[in-house]
């Protein structure tokens, strides 16, 4: 991202502590990071660290403990319409149809019905379920369920997608044709993406950035700007530069994983 490039996204010196039964846990600490306007940043990180307290926190589910969240320069206090959060569960409603869940939200959003059929034939066209639109989840796929997720997130048409793992459960296959979705969406009509995940290759293969995480208490540990187009092309990801930069975050994960370091060693630099 360049500099010129404006922020959709800040945090802000953000820490982020949970009170339990056992004591209080400390999940981020002061954390920074930008996002600019229509960019993929994915977040890797041990598991537990807290790259999942950070899209709950820019979702406005979470407040932070001490810091601030901006979305447009202006401070989170809460969930909002600008921003979709999809999810490595599938949270399509069982009793709608495929159409309907696409529909569900314009319908809500009071979107006249001549321009949210358009909305979901669009998008049915995009994600290639236009002959199972009548057919009901239990009818389709692992994948076609996600695909289904993915679609219903844009048609609400926010600004941001807040994406947790959304492909962790799928196989192997699978997984590569819903990166392959995500990117041909992003092509068509741009969003500002926030992307959670354990898989690195992934990461680089859908990411602009990957901001890689340090153990809980969670600080970014560095940033890797992909150099990679976005060129559909999974088979990107057994060249040598794809396989160097994968290395290049295995090793700072490597480096990170007791939480030691991180940020202040980094604002000292």
Request: proline share 6%; glycine share 8%.
């Amino acid at each position: 991202m360049s500099a010129e490039t404006p922020h959709k996204i800040r945090l802000e010196d953000v820490s982020k502590v949970f009170e339990t039964p056992q004591g209080p846990v400390e999940a981020l600490r002061r954390t920074n990071l930008q996002v600019g306007v229509n960019e993929i940043v994915c977040i890797v990180g041990p598991s537990g660290c807290g790259k999942s307290t950070i899209l709950n926190l820019i979702a406005g589910f979470f407040m932070p403990t001490s810091g601030q969240i901006l979305v447009n320069d202006r401070v989170v206090f809460g969930p909002g319409a600008d921003r979709a959060v999809v999810f490595q569960q599938d949270s399509v409603f069982p009793w709608l149809t495929v159409a309907r869940n696409l529909e569900y939200g314009p319908r809500a959003r009071g979107i006249p019905v001549k321009e949210r059929k358009a909305i979901v034939a669009n998008l049915l066209r995009a994600v290639g379920l236009e002959e199972y639109a009548k057919l009901y989840p239990r009818q389709l796929s692992g994948g076609m369920k996600k695909r289904v997720d993915l679609a219903r997130a844009y048609a609400n048409k926010p600004e941001i997608l807040l994406m947790d793992e959304p492909f962790g459960a799928l196989d192997v296959m699978t997984k590569e044709k819903m990166q392959l979705e995500l990117l041909r969406l992003w092509q068509q009509d741009a969003r500002t993406v926030v992307f959670v995940t354990h898989d690195i290759e992934e990461a680089l293969f859908v990411g602009h950035r990957v901001m890689v995480m340090t153990a809980r208490p969670a600080r970014v540990a560095g940033e890797i700007a992909v150099p990679f187009e976005k060129a559909l092309d999974p088979h990107i990801k057994t060249s040598p530069d794809f396989q160097r930069f994968r290395q290049d975050i295995m090793d700072m994960l490597s480096l990170h994983e007791n939480g030691n370091g991180a940020q202040d060693d980094l604002n000292d630099c």
